[in-house]
């Protein structure tokens, strides 16, 4: 039903500008259909630096380190692409002596072991928040029948209620974590299309990062980043960057159709 009133309307602006719907320039909504939403876990939430960061911070201490990652600091950090390679960094840069690169390496594996066995107990209790307007889209979505599907980089026992905590309950139709894949990225877009029931170009990625961004890109799907952080210039890839879902041009769902088609319409038939 959502698309015929979208179609309509561009129908309606064609008609008035003196032209006929199938030549004008917006694209038709019925050949590119949206049938389905797939959301990484830091789409919802901050996750990074109200989650990871705040319990790196709890794992120096378990290792009495005097290190307290800050805001700034943390998201200068993620231009590293590990957890490992951001730790080894900071103790390389407070690390002075001729056995520093053997102990940074060492500390380093320690410190991220003991940060992985904290992140299941304290991730939950941390306090994170859907970001706004996410409600209001997941909400679009379930009354539309639209399928939700959410992507985790991590493990089902935590992953599997952390959404539950950020979004409720009955809303997502299916959570992917590493526990049922073979290799995290795109792997885990394969795998929620699969369970969705859904070809890569039927559905729409939100993600809250560029290696989420590739990854989703990489499973054959557009996608949009969400990042409150992201310069005024799209990542290669992106449909859009959202600093959230909401504000005046809020990512409702007919928002999310239409940067679909754009999308995909704009694209060779060999692409979609």
């Not at 992106?238 to 679909?260: E, I, K, M, N, S």
Request: proline share 6%; glycine share 10%; net charge negative.
């Amino acid at each position: 039903m959502g698309h015929s009133h979208v179609v309509s309307s561009t129908q309606e602006k064609s008609w008035r500008a003196g032209r006929f719907w199938w030549d004008c320039s917006q694209p038709d909504l019925s050949a590119h259909p949206l049938r389905a939403l797939i959301l990484d876990l830091d789409a919802l939430s901050d996750l990074d630096v109200d989650g990871h960061r705040v319990v790196f911070n709890a794992a120096f201490a378990a290792h009495g380190l005097p290190i307290q990652w800050g805001v700034a600091r943390y998201r200068q950090l993620l231009a590293l692409p590990d957890e490992r390679q951001r730790v080894t960094a900071e103790l390389r840069k407070r690390c002075v002596g001729p056995d520093c690169d053997v102990l940074t390496e060492v500390l380093a594996d320690e410190i991220c072991m003991t940060k992985d066995m904290m992140f299941d107990e304290m991730i939950l209790d941390a306090g994170l928040t859907p970001r706004p307007g996410l409600e209001d889209l997941m909400n679009d979505a379930f009354l539309a029948g639209l399928p939700v599907g959410v992507v985790a980089a991590g493990r089902r026992r935590w992953a599997e209620p952390l959404v539950r905590q950020l979004v409720g309950d009955g809303l997502v139709e299916t959570v992917v974590t590493t526990d049922d894949v073979s290799g995290p990225g795109a792997e885990l877009y394969r795998h929620a299309l699969d369970e969705l029931g859904v070809a890569g170009h039927d559905a729409l990625a939100m993600v809250g990062s560029v290696t989420g961004l590739r990854s989703a890109n990489a499973a054959g799907m557009a996608g949009v980043v969400i990042d409150p952080e992201a310069g005024p210039v799209s990542p290669g890839g992106a449909v859009a960057v959202r600093p959230d879902f909401a504000g005046p041009d809020a990512l409702r769902l007919p928002a999310c159709q239409r940067l679909h088609t754009q999308w995909w319409a704009q694209r060779s038939p060999s692409a979609a």
